[in-house]
């Protein structure tokens, strides 16, 4: 269990230090935000992009291209835009550089814009902004060369949809009204449909754990649902502790991981039973945020069904299997 929330906390922390480049980084005392241009919108002949998913361990992997070479990218909502393997894109022009830290002790990241990426075959984009940094932590823990992150800006005018079960990624292209077509949804009607907030390209949620009302943030990448230890102190009594650990961070700051259980979280009006979830101390990834992050929903929460995100209307929808098939 040690092993495993390492992993998991290792991850989101390297998903998420590329969110702090264009909020915090200066040049010549102007934001490079403000530098960059937006991307250009993506192009393609098609309505609903049906790509295949690999899985590495809980992780979704899908192939890309970036010009000439192809290979594996997460699909993960918790980075904002595109994040690449440092291993394999050193050598891009940098427009900015930093400094940045996770629990693993401290790298170097420069942002760059990338031409020419492609997903499946009908998918273009002709420019976006991208952060490059060390990813090779995913890589070992998942014994998988993998090329980048894939982040919710580069979905911003469309909707996808994740079908685990079928291993299926399905990008849709959306009407006037910002709705998909029904015909290209993989089921007839969803169990739960709710709003999001879309608060610096991060998508979050509002749950309930055991009547207990907070803001979640949704990530594909994330392999356990989290909950911040501010947040656990008013809860945490009605939890089943299953297991506790000590982590040892940057600077020797050792920290306590729990492992628990609980009986009913509640999103958008319909209860999931039997959970389980990981405390720790989300205020590293708060401060990258520029939010308080009460929790993490991810791999233990959407792996129950199917999910779509149309990132135009701001809602998630989700397909619940009553009787799961096996994963």
């Known amino acids: 269990m040690l092993r495993r929330c390492l992993i998991v906390l290792m991850m989101l922390l390297i998903g998420y230090a590329a969110k702090a480049a264009h909020h915090h980084l200066k040049l010549n005392g102007v934001n490079i935000g403000q530098l960059l241009s937006p991307d250009p919108d993506p192009t393609g002949d098609f309505q609903n992009l049906t790509i295949p998913i690999k899985r590495a361990g809980n992780l979704i992997i899908v192939e890309a291209q970036i010009d000439t070479l192809e290979g594996n990218f997460v699909l993960d909502t918790g980075a904002p835009y595109l994040v690449l393997n440092a291993t394999y894109f050193r050598d891009l022009p940098k427009i900015s550089e930093r400094d ?17 990426f492609s997903l499946g075959f009908d998918l273009h984009y002709d420019k976006l902004t991208a952060d490059v940094t060390d990813l090779s932590a995913i890589e070992n823990s998942r014994k998988i060369k993998i090329l980048g992150l894939l982040g919710t800006r ?10 685990l079960f079928k291993n299926v990624l399905y990008i849709h292209k959306l009407g006037k009204d910002g709705e998909i077509n029904p015909g290209e949804l993989p089921y007839q009607k969803a169990s ?3 709003p999001f907030k879309l608060l610096n390209d991060v998508i ?30 008013k809860i945490l009594k009605v939890m089943q502790v299953i297991n506790k650990s000590k982590l040892t961070g940057v600077g020797e700051t050792t920290f306590e991981v729990i492992y628990a ?7 958008g009006g319909y209860d999931f039973p039997n959970n389980r979830i990981v405390i720790s101390n989300l205020e590293a990834i708060g401060r ?40």
């Not at 940045?100 to 020419?116: E, L, P």
């Not at 992050?293 to 991810?298: H, P, Q, R, S, T």
Request: net charge negative; hydrophobic share 35%.
């Open 100 to 116: 940045c830290g996770g629990i693993n002790g401290h790298s170097t990241s420069f942002t760059t814009v990338v031409h020419n």
């Open 154 to 163: 580069m979905f911003s005018k469309l909707a996808i949809t994740v079908d």
């Open 192 to 194: 739960l449909t709710t």
């Open 204 to 233: 979050f949620l509002k749950a309930e754990i055991n009547g207990k009302s907070n803001w979640f943030a949704f990530d594909s990448g994330a392999e356990s649902n989290l909950l911040d230890y501010h947040v656990s102190d």
């Open 261 to 267: 259980r609980f009986d009913k979280l509640t999103i």
């Open 288 to 327: 990258v945020y520029d939010y308080t992050v009460d929790g993490i929903l991810g791999y233990d929460f959407y792996s129950r069904g199917i999910f779509t995100i149309n990132f135009v209307k701001k809602e998630f929808s989700m397909y619940i299997y009553l009787n799961q098939p096996e994963k």
